[in-house]
Protein backbone atom coordinates (compact mmCIF):
# COMPACT_ATOMS: atom_id res chain seq x y z
CA UNK A 1 0.00 0.00 0.00
CA UNK A 2 1.44 3.52 -0.92
CA UNK A 3 2.09 5.67 2.17
CA UNK A 4 0.93 9.13 2.14
CA UNK A 5 4.50 10.37 0.90
CA UNK A 6 4.18 8.21 -2.19
CA UNK A 7 0.96 8.85 -3.38
CA UNK A 8 1.83 12.93 -2.73
CA UNK A 9 4.92 12.34 -4.99
CA UNK A 10 2.77 10.60 -7.80
CA UNK A 11 0.77 13.61 -7.51
CA UNK A 12 3.77 16.52 -7.86
CA UNK A 13 5.93 17.11 -10.59
CA UNK A 14 9.71 17.61 -10.47
CA UNK A 15 10.64 21.10 -11.53
CA UNK A 16 14.03 22.35 -12.69
CA UNK A 17 14.22 25.80 -13.24
CA UNK A 18 16.13 29.27 -12.46
CA UNK A 19 14.91 32.06 -10.67
CA UNK A 20 16.88 35.25 -10.77
CA UNK A 21 20.04 33.52 -11.53
CA UNK A 22 19.47 30.97 -8.64
CA UNK A 23 18.74 27.58 -9.31
CA UNK A 24 15.16 26.13 -8.18
CA UNK A 25 14.28 22.87 -7.81
CA UNK A 26 11.02 21.39 -5.91
CA UNK A 27 8.24 19.35 -6.18
CA UNK A 28 4.84 21.12 -7.28
CA UNK A 29 1.17 20.32 -7.96
CA UNK A 30 0.38 20.26 -11.66
CA UNK A 31 -2.12 22.55 -11.48
CA UNK A 32 0.11 25.30 -9.76
CA UNK A 33 0.35 28.42 -11.82
CA UNK A 34 4.01 30.24 -11.92
CA UNK A 35 2.81 32.90 -10.44
CA UNK A 36 1.55 31.05 -7.20
CA UNK A 37 5.01 29.17 -7.28
CA UNK A 38 6.76 32.74 -7.10
CA UNK A 39 4.48 34.61 -4.44
CA UNK A 40 3.35 31.68 -2.38
CA UNK A 41 6.46 29.09 -2.51
CA UNK A 42 9.34 31.99 -2.89
CA UNK A 43 8.05 34.92 -1.33
CA UNK A 44 8.48 36.96 -4.95
CA UNK A 45 6.00 39.09 -4.29
CA UNK A 46 7.03 41.78 -6.89
CA UNK A 47 4.91 39.78 -8.97
CA UNK A 48 1.76 40.72 -8.47
CA UNK A 49 -1.89 39.04 -8.69
CA UNK A 50 -4.29 40.73 -10.86
CA UNK A 51 -7.02 40.13 -13.03
CA UNK A 52 -5.99 36.00 -13.10
CA UNK A 53 -7.14 35.95 -16.48
CA UNK A 54 -3.97 37.41 -18.44
CA UNK A 55 -5.43 40.80 -19.12
CA UNK A 56 -3.44 43.30 -17.09
CA UNK A 57 -0.41 42.44 -17.04
CA UNK A 58 0.97 42.56 -13.47
CA UNK A 59 2.37 38.91 -13.05
CA UNK A 60 4.56 39.23 -15.91
CA UNK A 61 8.03 37.57 -15.65
CA UNK A 62 10.55 37.03 -18.08
CA UNK A 63 10.77 33.36 -19.40
CA UNK A 64 14.13 32.74 -21.01
CA UNK A 65 14.64 36.29 -21.85
CA UNK A 66 10.59 36.91 -23.27
CA UNK A 67 7.44 38.06 -21.17
CA UNK A 68 4.69 36.09 -19.84
CA UNK A 69 1.77 36.34 -17.60
CA UNK A 70 2.77 33.67 -14.63
CA UNK A 71 -1.13 33.67 -14.00
CA UNK A 72 -1.73 32.02 -17.20
CA UNK A 73 1.69 29.84 -17.12
CA UNK A 74 1.40 26.57 -15.32
CA UNK A 75 4.73 26.35 -13.72
CA UNK A 76 5.27 22.77 -14.89
CA UNK A 77 5.53 23.93 -18.26
CA UNK A 78 9.12 25.74 -17.49
CA UNK A 79 10.75 23.14 -16.96
CA UNK A 80 14.39 24.23 -17.31
CA UNK A 81 14.05 27.82 -18.41
CA UNK A 82 15.25 30.83 -17.00
CA UNK A 83 12.69 33.38 -14.92
CA UNK A 84 13.26 36.69 -14.38
CA UNK A 85 10.80 38.80 -11.62
CA UNK A 86 11.09 41.93 -11.59
CA UNK A 87 13.24 41.58 -7.68
CA UNK A 88 16.11 39.97 -10.12
CA UNK A 89 16.68 43.39 -12.79
CA UNK A 90 18.93 44.74 -10.01
CA UNK A 91 22.35 44.11 -10.02
CA UNK A 92 23.99 42.70 -6.85
CA UNK A 93 24.52 46.07 -5.32
CA UNK A 94 21.27 46.78 -5.39
CA UNK A 95 21.46 49.71 -8.14
CA UNK A 96 18.31 49.94 -10.43
CA UNK A 97 18.61 49.34 -14.24
CA UNK A 98 18.53 52.06 -17.13
CA UNK A 99 14.90 51.35 -17.10
CA UNK A 100 14.16 50.86 -13.30
CA UNK A 101 15.56 54.45 -13.18
CA UNK A 102 14.54 55.64 -15.88
CA UNK A 103 10.33 54.69 -14.61
CA UNK A 104 11.49 56.40 -11.40
CA UNK A 105 12.73 59.98 -12.87
CA UNK A 106 10.02 60.31 -15.16
CA UNK A 107 6.83 59.29 -12.75
CA UNK A 108 6.63 56.21 -14.94
CA UNK A 109 4.73 54.31 -12.19
CA UNK A 110 2.75 55.94 -9.41
CA UNK A 111 1.09 52.62 -7.29
CA UNK A 112 3.43 50.34 -9.30
CA UNK A 113 0.83 47.98 -9.09
CA UNK A 114 1.51 47.40 -13.23
CA UNK A 115 4.89 47.90 -12.75
CA UNK A 116 5.89 43.73 -13.58
CA UNK A 117 4.25 44.29 -16.69
CA UNK A 118 5.58 48.09 -17.72
CA UNK A 119 9.18 47.28 -16.96
CA UNK A 120 9.71 44.04 -17.78
CA UNK A 121 7.76 44.65 -21.54
CA UNK A 122 10.36 47.60 -21.77
CA UNK A 123 13.49 45.29 -21.04
CA UNK A 124 12.92 43.06 -23.25
CA UNK A 125 12.00 45.66 -25.71
CA UNK A 126 14.76 47.69 -25.76
CA UNK A 127 16.55 44.46 -25.96
CA UNK A 128 16.03 43.88 -29.38
CA UNK A 129 15.18 47.76 -30.27
CA UNK A 130 17.56 50.20 -28.91
CA UNK A 131 15.75 53.30 -30.46
CA UNK A 132 11.99 52.90 -30.63
CA UNK A 133 9.37 54.68 -32.27
CA UNK A 134 6.29 56.03 -29.87
CA UNK A 135 4.07 53.70 -32.04
CA UNK A 136 6.67 50.90 -30.99
CA UNK A 137 6.61 51.61 -27.17
CA UNK A 138 2.50 51.61 -27.68
CA UNK A 139 2.05 48.73 -29.28
CA UNK A 140 4.96 46.61 -26.66
CA UNK A 141 2.99 48.33 -24.21
CA UNK A 142 -0.09 47.00 -25.23
CA UNK A 143 -0.34 43.62 -22.76
CA UNK A 144 -0.04 46.13 -19.53
CA UNK A 145 -2.73 47.83 -17.89
CA UNK A 146 -2.13 51.26 -16.26
CA UNK A 147 -4.63 52.89 -13.79
CA UNK A 148 -2.79 55.75 -12.50
CA UNK A 149 -0.28 56.96 -15.03
CA UNK A 150 -2.77 57.23 -18.47
CA UNK A 151 0.09 55.97 -19.99
CA UNK A 152 1.85 59.46 -21.72
CA UNK A 153 4.65 59.11 -18.56
CA UNK A 154 5.53 55.57 -19.26
CA UNK A 155 6.21 56.10 -23.13
CA UNK A 156 8.22 58.78 -21.47
CA UNK A 157 10.02 56.66 -19.70
CA UNK A 158 11.15 53.88 -21.97
CA UNK A 159 11.94 56.97 -24.06
CA UNK A 160 14.15 57.91 -21.77
CA UNK A 161 16.34 54.32 -20.79
CA UNK A 162 16.80 54.31 -24.39
CA UNK A 163 18.52 57.40 -24.23
CA UNK A 164 20.57 56.46 -21.17
CA UNK A 165 21.28 52.74 -22.65
CA UNK A 166 22.70 54.29 -25.94
CA UNK A 167 24.89 56.12 -24.19
CA UNK A 168 26.35 53.17 -22.04
CA UNK A 169 27.26 51.29 -25.23
CA UNK B 1 -6.07 28.78 -17.77
CA UNK B 2 -8.36 31.72 -16.42
CA UNK B 3 -11.51 29.40 -16.29
CA UNK B 4 -8.79 27.42 -14.34
CA UNK B 5 -8.08 29.96 -12.04
CA UNK B 6 -11.77 30.66 -11.72
CA UNK B 7 -12.54 27.10 -10.71
CA UNK B 8 -15.14 27.00 -13.66
CA UNK B 9 -12.82 24.26 -15.16
CA UNK B 10 -10.76 21.77 -12.31
CA UNK B 11 -8.89 19.65 -14.66
CA UNK B 12 -7.64 16.66 -13.21
CA UNK B 13 -5.14 15.40 -15.26
CA UNK B 14 -2.54 17.89 -16.99
CA UNK B 15 -0.53 16.69 -20.08
CA UNK B 16 2.13 19.04 -21.10
CA UNK B 17 2.88 18.35 -24.83
CA UNK B 18 5.40 21.71 -24.71
CA UNK B 19 8.09 19.71 -25.59
CA UNK B 20 7.02 17.98 -28.67
CA UNK B 21 9.13 19.75 -31.09
CA UNK B 22 7.50 18.20 -34.46
CA UNK B 23 4.39 20.44 -33.44
CA UNK B 24 7.04 23.30 -33.76
CA UNK B 25 7.59 26.02 -37.02
CA UNK B 26 6.64 26.69 -40.13
CA UNK B 27 7.95 25.14 -43.36
CA UNK B 28 6.74 25.56 -47.61
CA UNK B 29 7.31 22.42 -49.74
CA UNK B 30 4.93 22.14 -52.99
CA UNK B 31 3.17 25.38 -52.58
CA UNK B 32 1.76 24.54 -49.09
CA UNK B 33 2.87 26.26 -46.06
CA UNK B 34 2.71 23.62 -43.16
CA UNK B 35 2.81 25.77 -39.40
CA UNK B 36 3.21 23.34 -36.72
CA UNK B 37 0.36 23.62 -33.91
CA UNK B 38 2.79 25.15 -31.24
CA UNK B 39 3.76 27.65 -33.16
CA UNK B 40 3.31 30.65 -31.13
CA UNK B 41 1.79 34.21 -32.06
CA UNK B 42 4.92 36.07 -32.42
CA UNK B 43 6.99 33.85 -34.65
CA UNK B 44 3.57 33.78 -36.88
CA UNK B 45 4.37 38.07 -36.76
CA UNK B 46 8.05 37.79 -37.58
CA UNK B 47 8.95 34.65 -39.88
CA UNK B 48 9.68 34.97 -43.24
CA UNK B 49 7.66 32.42 -44.91
CA UNK B 50 4.56 33.76 -43.11
CA UNK B 51 5.16 37.66 -44.09
CA UNK B 52 5.54 37.08 -47.34
CA UNK B 53 2.97 34.28 -48.25
CA UNK B 54 0.39 35.00 -45.93
CA UNK B 55 0.72 38.76 -44.54
CA UNK B 56 -3.21 38.65 -43.29
CA UNK B 57 -2.12 35.89 -40.85
CA UNK B 58 1.09 37.61 -40.04
CA UNK B 59 -0.74 40.85 -39.25
CA UNK B 60 -3.73 39.45 -37.38
CA UNK B 61 -1.42 37.38 -34.96
CA UNK B 62 -0.18 40.62 -33.50
CA UNK B 63 -3.56 41.76 -32.67
CA UNK B 64 -3.87 38.93 -30.44
CA UNK B 65 -5.08 40.00 -26.94
CA UNK B 66 -2.88 39.99 -24.25
CA UNK B 67 -0.19 41.91 -25.94
CA UNK B 68 3.86 40.77 -25.83
CA UNK B 69 3.17 38.04 -23.22
CA UNK B 70 0.55 36.35 -24.78
CA UNK B 71 2.00 36.35 -28.08
CA UNK B 72 5.81 35.28 -26.62
CA UNK B 73 3.67 31.88 -25.12
CA UNK B 74 0.21 31.30 -27.20
CA UNK B 75 0.26 28.87 -29.54
CA UNK B 76 -1.68 28.88 -32.82
CA UNK B 77 -3.09 25.50 -32.25
CA UNK B 78 -4.40 26.63 -28.72
CA UNK B 79 -6.14 29.91 -29.81
CA UNK B 80 -7.77 27.47 -32.39
CA UNK B 81 -8.60 24.39 -30.24
CA UNK B 82 -10.12 26.80 -27.24
CA UNK B 83 -12.91 27.89 -29.92
CA UNK B 84 -12.91 30.47 -27.76
CA UNK B 85 -15.33 33.12 -29.70
CA UNK B 86 -13.75 36.58 -28.91
CA UNK B 87 -10.47 34.85 -30.41
CA UNK B 88 -8.73 35.86 -33.55
CA UNK B 89 -6.78 33.12 -35.48
CA UNK B 90 -10.20 31.27 -36.34
CA UNK B 91 -11.73 33.73 -38.35
CA UNK B 92 -8.45 34.86 -40.40
CA UNK B 93 -7.98 30.91 -41.40
CA UNK B 94 -11.18 30.56 -42.48
CA UNK B 95 -10.80 33.35 -44.90
CA UNK B 96 -7.23 32.00 -45.76
CA UNK B 97 -8.85 28.97 -46.29
CA UNK B 98 -6.88 26.86 -44.42
CA UNK B 99 -7.12 22.97 -43.69
CA UNK B 100 -6.20 21.25 -39.86
CA UNK B 101 -4.17 18.12 -39.86
CA UNK B 102 -5.40 15.89 -36.54
CA UNK B 103 -3.92 13.09 -34.90
CA UNK B 104 -6.12 10.62 -33.51
CA UNK B 105 -5.71 7.19 -31.90
CA UNK B 106 -6.63 5.75 -35.61
CA UNK B 107 -4.21 7.60 -37.68
CA UNK B 108 -3.80 11.39 -39.44
CA UNK B 109 -6.30 13.28 -40.93
CA UNK B 110 -6.85 16.47 -43.15
CA UNK B 111 -10.20 18.52 -43.07
CA UNK B 112 -11.05 22.14 -43.95
CA UNK B 113 -11.03 23.97 -41.08
CA UNK B 114 -14.22 25.41 -41.36
CA UNK B 115 -15.98 21.62 -40.86
CA UNK B 116 -13.99 21.21 -38.42
CA UNK B 117 -15.39 23.98 -36.70
CA UNK B 118 -18.80 23.24 -37.63
CA UNK B 119 -18.15 19.78 -36.19
CA UNK B 120 -17.28 20.43 -32.86
CA UNK B 121 -18.74 22.99 -29.92
CA UNK B 122 -15.66 22.52 -27.98
CA UNK B 123 -12.41 21.58 -28.66
CA UNK B 124 -11.56 18.11 -30.25
CA UNK B 125 -11.73 16.07 -27.62
CA UNK B 126 -9.45 13.94 -25.36
CA UNK B 127 -8.10 11.55 -27.60
CA UNK B 128 -7.47 13.94 -30.89
CA UNK B 129 -4.34 16.52 -31.02
CA UNK B 130 -4.46 19.41 -33.98
CA UNK B 131 -0.90 19.04 -35.24
CA UNK B 132 -0.72 20.95 -38.05
CA UNK B 133 -2.68 23.73 -40.27
CA UNK B 134 -1.81 23.98 -43.82
CA UNK B 135 -2.55 26.79 -45.99
CA UNK B 136 -1.76 28.08 -49.77
CA UNK B 137 -0.01 31.26 -49.80
CA UNK B 138 -1.82 34.26 -50.60
CA UNK B 139 -2.09 35.00 -54.59
CA UNK B 140 -0.06 38.17 -55.22
CA UNK B 141 -2.86 40.35 -56.31
CA UNK B 142 -4.39 39.63 -53.54
CA UNK B 143 -5.65 42.29 -50.87
CA UNK B 144 -6.30 42.00 -47.51
CA UNK B 145 -7.42 43.38 -43.88
CA UNK B 146 -8.18 42.11 -40.32
CA UNK B 147 -10.08 45.02 -38.58
CA UNK B 148 -10.89 44.52 -34.41
CA UNK B 149 -13.18 46.69 -32.36
CA UNK B 150 -10.93 46.84 -29.10
CA UNK B 151 -11.73 49.06 -26.01
CA UNK B 152 -7.85 48.58 -25.56
CA UNK B 153 -4.58 47.47 -27.83
CA UNK B 154 -4.58 44.58 -25.69
CA UNK B 155 -8.27 43.37 -25.27
CA UNK B 156 -10.55 41.27 -26.89
CA UNK B 157 -12.37 42.24 -29.77
CA UNK B 158 -16.14 42.46 -29.47
CA UNK B 159 -16.50 42.61 -33.61
CA UNK B 160 -13.79 42.04 -36.04
CA UNK B 161 -13.29 40.67 -39.58
CA UNK B 162 -10.88 39.28 -41.90
CA UNK B 163 -11.02 39.94 -45.94
CA UNK B 164 -9.48 38.77 -48.73
CA UNK B 165 -9.72 40.20 -52.31
CA UNK B 166 -8.93 40.67 -56.16
CA UNK B 167 -10.00 43.28 -58.44
CA UNK B 168 -9.92 43.12 -62.00
CA UNK B 169 -9.95 46.76 -62.88
CA UNK B 170 -12.24 48.14 -60.32
CA UNK B 171 -14.24 45.50 -59.75
CA UNK B 172 -14.09 42.62 -57.24
CA UNK B 173 -13.21 39.55 -58.54
CA UNK B 174 -12.13 37.55 -55.44
CA UNK B 175 -14.23 38.67 -52.09
CA UNK B 176 -13.88 36.61 -48.88
CA UNK B 177 -14.86 38.07 -45.48
CA UNK B 178 -15.54 36.37 -42.32
CA UNK B 179 -16.60 38.12 -39.13
CA UNK B 180 -15.86 36.94 -35.19
CA UNK B 181 -16.54 37.99 -31.88
CA UNK B 182 -20.03 38.59 -32.79
CA UNK B 183 -21.14 34.93 -32.65
CA UNK B 184 -20.40 31.55 -30.74
CA UNK B 185 -18.47 30.61 -33.62
CA UNK B 186 -16.84 32.25 -36.88
CA UNK B 187 -19.74 33.35 -39.41
CA UNK B 188 -18.43 33.28 -43.25
CA UNK B 189 -19.81 35.68 -45.06
CA UNK B 190 -18.39 34.72 -48.64
CA UNK B 191 -21.20 33.13 -49.77
CA UNK B 192 -23.89 36.37 -48.56
CA UNK B 193 -21.90 38.67 -50.46
CA UNK B 194 -21.31 36.59 -53.64
CA UNK B 195 -23.66 39.14 -55.48
CA UNK B 196 -21.10 41.76 -55.55
CA UNK B 197 -18.41 39.70 -57.42
CA UNK B 198 -18.18 41.52 -60.62
CA UNK B 199 -19.29 44.84 -59.21
CA UNK B 200 -16.77 47.86 -58.34
CA UNK B 201 -16.24 48.86 -54.73
CA UNK B 202 -18.20 52.08 -53.84
CA UNK B 203 -20.13 53.30 -51.20
CA UNK B 204 -23.11 51.91 -52.35
CA UNK B 205 -21.20 48.07 -51.78
CA UNK B 206 -20.06 49.39 -49.03
CA UNK B 207 -23.64 49.60 -47.63
CA UNK B 208 -24.33 46.29 -49.01
CA UNK B 209 -21.84 44.68 -47.30
CA UNK B 210 -22.82 46.02 -43.91
CA UNK B 211 -26.09 45.14 -44.08
CA UNK B 212 -25.57 41.95 -45.56
CA UNK B 213 -23.31 41.00 -42.56
CA UNK B 214 -25.48 42.48 -39.84
CA UNK B 215 -28.11 40.55 -41.06
CA UNK B 216 -26.11 37.28 -41.22
CA UNK B 217 -25.80 35.94 -37.52
CA UNK B 218 -28.77 33.65 -36.46
CA UNK B 219 -27.37 34.06 -32.69
CA UNK B 220 -25.40 36.88 -31.09
CA UNK B 221 -23.19 37.15 -28.41
CA UNK B 222 -24.13 39.07 -25.26
CA UNK B 223 -20.98 39.95 -22.78
CA UNK B 224 -18.75 42.21 -21.99
CA UNK B 225 -17.44 43.04 -25.08
CA UNK B 226 -21.09 44.46 -26.25
CA UNK B 227 -24.69 43.39 -26.11
CA UNK B 228 -26.49 41.72 -29.01
CA UNK B 229 -27.42 44.44 -30.48
CA UNK B 230 -23.93 46.30 -30.87
CA UNK B 231 -22.81 42.97 -31.74
CA UNK B 232 -25.30 43.09 -34.68
CA UNK B 233 -24.47 46.29 -35.82
CA UNK B 234 -20.72 46.14 -35.55
CA UNK B 235 -20.78 43.13 -37.46
CA UNK B 236 -21.69 44.68 -40.73
CA UNK B 237 -19.61 47.82 -39.79
CA UNK B 238 -16.10 45.56 -39.14
CA UNK B 239 -17.06 43.72 -42.35
CA UNK B 240 -17.37 46.67 -44.48
CA UNK B 241 -14.17 48.46 -42.62
CA UNK B 242 -12.25 45.17 -44.04
CA UNK B 243 -13.44 45.16 -47.14
CA UNK B 244 -12.45 48.63 -47.77
CA UNK B 245 -9.11 48.33 -46.70
CA UNK B 246 -8.59 45.10 -48.34
CA UNK B 247 -9.79 47.02 -51.73
CA UNK B 248 -7.03 49.56 -50.73
CA UNK B 249 -4.54 47.14 -49.99
CA UNK B 250 -5.04 45.26 -53.30
CA UNK B 251 -4.85 48.90 -55.44
CA UNK B 252 -1.64 49.69 -53.34
CA UNK B 253 -0.41 45.97 -54.30
CA UNK B 254 -1.16 46.49 -58.40
CA UNK B 255 0.59 49.71 -58.64
Redesign the interface.
Known sequence: MATNMEEMLEDTVLLQCRVNNKPCELAIA??T?LLELLREEMRLTGTHMGC????C?AC?VL?DG????S????A??V?RKTITTLEGLKDADGKLTPIQQAFWDEAGLQCAFCAP?MVL?AT?LLKSNAEPTDDEI????????CRCTGYQSIVRAVRAAARVMKQLK | ??H???GRLM?TV?V?I??LPELVGITEKDGEIAIGALTVH?TLQRDAIVCRALPLLAYSA?QV?????????GTVGGNLVAMHPLYDIAPVLLALQADVEIQAPDGVRRAALGKILAETSHGLGTSSLLTRILLKPMTSDAGWAYEKLKI????YGSANAAAVVSLSGNKLSTLRVVIGAVSEQPLDASEALHGLLGKPWDAAAGARVESLCSALPKTLLDDQQGDATWRRAMAGVVARRAVQAAVANAQRTSK
Do not use: F
Open positions: PGTMTGHGTIEVAKCITLATQGTERTAMAGNL | MPVNYPYDGARAGGGWQVHNRTAGS
